[in-house]
């Protein structure tokens, strides 16, 4: 039982960062591309209040179920409380790619509730463009670190 539950929690896990990280990709390397050849028509607007709800559930999922993955491999509060898990490669890995998840939705929040909204009323998006694009690469850097995590590092 606890087998399965572990690679469904995989499973949608990686959904969720295959949702999240390809959707802000999309959005940087297409919707704004787009936009910027047809400005007019609004598209970056109306794709990002479109995927923000579907967004939003990828996030909660990455963190609601990365912390059960460490449970269900035995890194558990008491671990986490202790000072040489964190200096251990896997401890400073997973310290890095917490850090970062801190980051990108901190980004986000800020992105979304704050410079978008500006971007609206003035008509210039250049913040709010940057910061997209901060939040794909650090998700990109996201990515990366749990793949190191994978393989124990």
């Known amino acids: 039982m606890r ?21 802000v990709l999309f959005f940087v390397f297409a919707v704004v591309p787009a936009a910027r050849a047809a400005p007019s028509a609004g598209i970056p607007d ?17 963190i609601v179920t990365g912390p059960l993955l460490l449970l269900l491999q035995g890194i558990g509060p008491r671990t986490l409380g202790q000072a040489r898990f964190w200096a251990s490669a896997f401890g400073t890995t997973l310290a ?16 979304d509730a704050v410079l978008g909204p500006r971007a609206e009323r003035t008509r210039r998006p250049g913040a709010t463009r940057l910061v997209g694009r901060a939040i794909g690469l650090l998700s990109v850097a996201i990515l990366l670190a749990g793949l190191l995590l994978t393989q124990g590092l």
């Open 46 to 62: 109306a794709v990002g209040r479109a995927f923000r709800p579907v967004a939003y559930v990828a996030l909660a999922t990455l």
């Open 96 to 111: 890095v790619k917490a850090g970062l998840v801190a980051l990108v939705l901190a980004l986000t929040v800020w992105h």
């Open 3 to 23: 087998e399965d539950v572990f690679l469904a929690l995989i499973a949608l896990h990686l959904l969720a960062a295959t949702t999240w990280v390809g959707g």
